[in-house]
């Protein structure tokens, strides 16, 4: 694990914005942040600079809680409406934004809002890199060359659907990293392949019911791909690219364990043609015997997303529709028994994540399925209404995010940690360093 290099000479100034969204420092305040439904005093070592590609908001109806330097004490600033920091991929937060709601105030769109303050003319947030790998850092991407790998590709696969999805939707609409680089021919290729999901995830970003006023950040994917189709996205990837990676299962689509008949196809179709890089499938796990058909035609890793390994806290977020939380365990050490690799995708809520009782029992998730890799994701979701929909009680004591990545990897020296699927010299390479 990445650990940060700079820290600010102090904790940085609290950020307010106007109706404008102009943004402005309240040098009267320290910046403050927030775990779980507390609001926490920051030290200088829980910031480090904001990472390019990271984006600010502005938050309506909202005030900032700050640690008025006065007063010596937390205070709610009038002056304007809360600043919060979406940080870019490979970070991790560890601190919310803190403030406070109005009445009116809007349940916010599906981003992961982190604390940022600003001193010594630098945005500073709380986070920390858990992921070296550079695959989805902004100054890799140029839009020329996507271009014309789009081109190129297009006119290689005219009438190919999952070819024109890619493109149209994902690369050029969505600026989905990984599908321009499927384009630029490099590093891992996202395969979206199921319009249905047989869960109902509170913070699903392809599809969202009217009632919950939140618009979804993607289209859901309209069609389903055939095992043709996918070959031939899939082929070239692997056959062309160094150390490469394809991946069924993205945010644009449902769950792809639904079209397993037409995954098992086109991976038997693909191992016909090449054994070269990783097959993977990131997944809701809730088909284990699915996961099983595919792994003897070639699947070779695993990636489930949750947002806890609570039961408890799982089900009123996933809703599982005709499977239990049983299955995410069965689906990865299927997955294992087969010799592959396995992750979860996990769903970072400071306050939550690095309590007591999830500590504990993501300790027994490892446990129980030989997991290898956790991927440390930020939590898309609006914390406030999260925490009302999922119906979270009684939190518990909390460590902090810091100190779960620690603690985890003192309890799993094993264990990866990273925010991206990894390659097979990755795989390798992890796996060689410990035995």
Known sequence: MATPIKHPRRVPFLLYADDAGHIMEDTRYEVMGRSGREIVRLTKEDFIPLPTGSEIFFLPNRSPWGFSEKKQKPEIQ????????????????????????????????????????????????????????IRQDVNQFDLDAITSGIERIRNRYPGNRLVDHLSNQCALSYHCRAAQNYF???????????????????????????????HSSHFRLQFKPDANEIVQVAVDHLMEVEDAIISFGQGCEGEPLLVSDVLEEAIRKIREKTDRGVININTNGSRPQDVDRLCKAGLQSIRVSLNSTQEAWYNPYYLPRNYTFTALKESIRTVRRYGGWAS???????????????????????????????????????????????????????????????????????????????SAKTQSNHLLSFG
């Open 344 to 422: 979860i995708n996990y769903f970072v809520y400071p306050g939550l994540t690095d309590s007591k009782a999830e500590y504990e029992a993501l300790g027994d998730f490892i446990r129980e399925t030989g997991l290898q890799m956790i991927q440390w994701r930020n939590f898309n979701i609006d914390p406030d209404w999260y925490l009302v929909k999922a119906k979270i009680g009684t939190i518990g004591k909390e460590m902090g995010v810091a100190n779960l990545l620690i603690q985890i990897k003192r309890d799993f020296p094993h264990l990866a940690y990273g925010y991206f699927n990894p």
């Open 184 to 214: 630029l021919n490099r590093w891992e290729c996202p395969i979206p392949s199921s319009p249905a999901c047989n869960s109902t995830c509170l913070g699903c970003i392809s599809l969202q019911p009217e009632e919950h006023q939140i």
């Open 78 to 133: 009038q002056d304007g409406y809360a600043v919060s920091a979406f940080i870019a991929p490979a970070h991790t937060q560890t601190y919310l934004s803190a403030y406070a709601n109005d009445q009116d105030a809007p349940v916010l769109p599906l981003y992961a809002y982190t604390a940022v303050g600003w001193l010594d003319d630098e945005f500073y947030t709380t986070a920390v890199r858990v992921d070296p790998d």
